[in-house]
T-cell receptor, first 115, second 116 residues
Framework: GDSVTQMEGPVTLSEEAFLTINCTYTATGYPSLFWYVQYPGEGLQLLLKATKADDKGSNKGFEATYRKETTSFHLEKGSVQVSDSAVYFCALSPPFSGGYNKLIFGAGTRLAVHP | DAGVIQSPRHEVTEMGQEVTLRCKPISGHDYLFWYRQTMMRGLELLIYFNNNVPIDDSGMPEDRFSAKMPNASFSTLKIQPSEPRDSAVYFC??????????????FGPGTRLTVL
């Protein structure tokens, strides 16, 4: 079945470091791909998305490119801040087939950024 | 516009007691989801509704769990009787109509349930 695999955390970085969080997926067809972020004590919120191959999603300095050939959707940011400390979830939604498709989440990767 | 509202934010109860979690989705959204988050199992979809009708409850762990959506602005998740292994954070999320597989889900702040 469809699934999402993320790199295990925690990821610990110093402020202004470069961030990569790896995400790979298994799905038939062309799913839509998402990154959600969960700040401490809050619910998840959408960070960015990409709906077709080679699309790049971007928001708040984060970006991720939908790579069909490697079935990947890695999250990157050039310079992290302390305020980026959170748990990041990669997710996919299977291709639309006339009904609603559930989001399938990865396990989440905790990021801790130190001053 | 208010986001998804959940109550209570924290619930501590004793094993065997009934627990009811509440959710108010964003106005105009016609999909509603209940998730459970634990360290061991991550984020699990329990059930979702469309236009107040349960569509998929395959994630509901057992008969002790039940969910209802009596109208477009209110849903409940009930656990009866509760057990310590039900301790988790329960999230409600809603989604607007018509987005197909590009669906963004809007999450509430969650209810942290502790069953002693």
């Amino acid at each position: 079945g469809d699934s999402v695999t993320q790199m295990e955390g925690p990821v610990t970085l110093s402020e202004e470091a470069f961030l990569t969080i790896n995400c790979t997926y298994t799905a038939t067809g062309y799913p839509s791909l998402f990154w959600y972020v969960q700040y401490p004590g809050e619910g998840l919120q959408l960070l960015l998305k990409a709906t077709k191959a080679d699309d790049k999603g971007s928001n708040k300095g984060f970006e991720a490119t939908y790579r069909k050939e490697t079935t990947s959707f890695h999250l990157e940011k050039g310079s992290v801040q302390v305020s980026d400390s959170a748990v990041y979830f990669c997710a996919l939604s299977p291709p639309f087939s006339g009904g609603y498709n559930k989001l399938i989440f990865g396990a989440g990767t905790r990021l801790a950024v130190h001053p | 516009d208010a986001g998804v509202i959940q109550s209570p934010r924290h619930e501590v109860t004793e094993m065997g007691q009934e627990v009811t979690l509440r959710c108010k989705p964003i106005s105009g959204h016609d999909y509603l989801f209940w998730y459970r988050q634990t360290m061991m199992r991550g984020l699990e979809l329990l059930i979702y509704f469309n236009n107040n009708v349960p569509i998929d409850d395959s994630g509901m762990p057992e008969d002790r769990f039940s969910a209802k959506m009596p109208n477009a602005s209110f849903s409940t998740l009930k656990i009866q009787p509760s057990e310590p292994r039900d301790s988790a954070v329960y999230f409600c999320a809603s989604s607007p109509p018509g987005q197909g597989s590009y669906n963004e889900q809007f999450f509430g702040p969650g209810t942290r349930l502790t069953v002693l």
